[in-house]
């Protein structure tokens, strides 16, 4: 979900103008005052759930992705490869987006 804050609802009013609305423009304020607070308090969780998540959990695999990149046409997918973040025992296989090995083919080079 998307919410958009209602700017058509903010005021900058001193506590003067403040007290000469009528009970009911004060309450309203009260209201929107609380729905911004919230998305204020629930943007800072979001931020700091997503700082957790992104650094402070501890990695357990790296993953690569091989893309074919072209100037005028759509970039096409070559392959794919996850590691745990542990010594490996030796090269790694390249493989598609279902687990098939990836072969070489055209100008596609390597061991």
């Not at 308090?41 to 790296?62: E, N």
């Not at 542990?86 to 080079?109: H, I, T, W």
Request: aromatic share 14%; proline share 3%; charged share 25%.
């Amino acid at each position: 979900r998307v919410h958009v804050f209602d700017w058509g609802r903010s005021a900058l009013d001193t506590p003067a103008l403040h007290e000469r609305l009528e009970a009911q423009d004060k309450a309203q304020r009260q209201q929107y005052w609380g729905f911004y607070c919230g998305a204020v308090a629930r943007l800072l969780y979001d931020c700091c759930s997503v700082y957790v998540t992104r650094y402070l959990h501890t990695k357990r695999s790296a993953s690569f992705t091989v893309w074919d990149k072209d100037q005028f046409t759509a970039d096409d997918f070559i392959g794919m490869c996850v590691l745990p973040l542990e010594e490996s025992n030796g090269p790694q296989k390249l493989v598609d987006f279902v687990g098939g090995a990836v072969s070489k083919s055209g100008f596609l080079r390597g061991g």
